[in-house]
């Protein structure tokens, strides 16, 4: 029998604030690196694609949620890149006999401007997760904390088979 599930995933990950020290951290959303720009605040790299996307496997697997499995008390987590916590969601599906078939995000954000890298996510994103992986984007067009630009919101949502 070819069963199926979706599943929905979102996070949030507010900016550091403008005058306070980020250290080396980077700005990396869907796995691409936006050089000079206000970082996201996480435990993690804080890459809020690579999270809802994962979240939205573990939801549709039945296995939980993000927290569960990378919690953020967890120093092994600590800057850990996003792209990897991603392969451990889709790992920990598999392992219950779940596939990804495809999914679809969209990210929510006054900036950084993602349309000159949206391709790049994709194709980083499509590698991770071995199915089709496709991003968008919207701004908030001013519209409360995302549209001050105090942060940056993904929402996902995955269909899984096996």
Same mark, same amino acid.
């Given at each position: 029998?070819?069963?199926?599930?979706?599943?929905?995933? &979102?996070?949030?990950?507010?900016?550091?604030?403008?005058?306070?020290?980020?250290?080396?951290?980077?700005?990396?959303?869907?796995?691409?690196?936006? +050089?000079?720009?206000?970082?996201?605040?996480?435990? $993690?790299? !804080?890459?809020? &694609? #690579?999270?809802?996307?994962?979240?939205? &496997?573990?939801?549709?697997?039945?296995?939980?949620?993000?927290?569960? @499995?990378? +919690?953020?008390?967890?120093?092994?987590? @600590?800057?850990?890149? $996003?792209?990897?916590?991603?392969?451990?969601?889709?790992?920990?599906?598999?392992?219950?006999?779940?596939?990804?078939?495809? !999914?679809?995000?969209?990210?929510?954000?006054?900036?950084?401007? /993602?349309?000159?890298?949206?391709?790049?996510?994709?194709?980083?994103?499509?590698?991770?997760?071995? #199915? +089709? /992986? @496709?991003?968008? #984007?919207?701004?908030?067009?001013?519209?409360?904390?995302?549209?001050?630009?105090?942060? &940056? #919101?993904?929402?996902?949502?995955?269909?899984?088979?096996?």
């Amino acid at each position: 029998m070819n069963e199926q599930r979706i599943g929905i995933g &979102v996070d949030v990950h507010p900016f550091f604030d403008p005058d306070e020290p980020t250290g080396d951290r980077e700005l990396i959303l869907g796995g691409v690196t936006f +050089p000079g720009a206000r970082p996201l605040r996480g435990h $993690s790299d !804080a890459d809020a &694609v #690579a999270h809802a996307i994962g979240d939205a &496997v573990l939801g549709a697997a039945g296995l939980g949620d993000l927290g569960m @499995h990378f +919690p953020d008390t967890d120093p092994e987590w @600590h800057g850990a890149d $996003s792209l990897k916590i991603l392969a451990g969601c889709l790992a920990l599906a598999a392992n219950e006999g779940w596939a990804l078939v495809n !999914a679809d995000c969209t990210i929510v954000t006054e900036r950084p401007k /993602v349309a000159p890298v949206r391709d790049e996510m994709i194709r980083r994103l499509s590698v991770v997760a071995g #199915a +089709p /992986v @496709h991003v968008k #984007a919207t701004r908030p067009e001013g519209l409360g904390t995302l549209g001050r630009v105090e942060g &940056v #919101a993904c929402l996902a949502v995955v269909l899984l088979g096996r």
